[in-house]
């Protein structure tokens, strides 16, 4: 008997792929492609997905061309002023992203035109203001997928974390990006909470494609954001690596 098929991940449309490579922003297609596949599996939930960093759309992109196919929607909270690293001075600033008027970072005029370019405005509910802040008035519902990529100091991901990884639902995925194991290649904030997520014995992880990680809810309990970290004291400093959004 020939061995069967091996079974392909799931691709955007051509169209999504290609508004995608073309939005501001710092995910690789790979980590997309990976990011995407995680949605397509988490929207056969029937529940909506969360993004937590929004910049100018890119990975919302990938999120709501799932989301559409699912029949659901993607949540994307931002507060659209830029995390530290993108500010003046800073190794990730875009001077075209500082609106003359406010003389500050305004990144959601780039998100909404990207979500027009690609029609996929009415998929995508979007939040203004600040994780923690959202996540506080929220109330109790439950998300397909979490998708982790905002700001990069230990405050704003533990606050990303304790804010929104209760809230993945049982079966659903808890993705984070910009994970680094090695201190040499980046920051180590979000590692952190990777870490975190899966000793607290509600995740298990799915898969890890270059600094994405896919984690799964499996745990009989709920995943507790009080859990002690497992990798020693953090400090509340901002650290290297490619930006998000707290």
Known sequence: MPAPAP???PTPPPKILAAFEAARGF???????????????????????LEI???????????????????????????HRGSEEQQEGWEYHDPDLVDPGAGLMDTLPFFRSALHRAELEERVIAV???SPQVARVWGDGRFGLVFIDGGHTDEHATGDYEGWAPRVAGGGLLVIHDVFPDPAEGGQ???RIYRRALASGAFTEVSATDTLRVLRRTGDREADPTDDRTDGPTADRTEAGPPGAP
Not at 28 to 49: M, Q
Not at 53 to 79: F, I, M, N, W
């Open 7 to 9: 079974v392909s991940s």
């Open 27 to 49: 995910m690789p297609v790979h980590e997309g492609l990976a990011l995407y596949a995680a949605a397509v599996e988490a929207g056969a939930l029937g529940l909506p997905l």
């Open 53 to 79: 960093g929004t910049y100018c759309g890119r990975s919302t992109l990938l999120l709501a061309a799932a989301a559409e196919q699912a029949g659901t929607v993607v949540v994307t909270v931002d507060h």
């Open 128 to 130: 203004v203001g600040r």
């Open 189 to 191: 904030a979000p590692y």
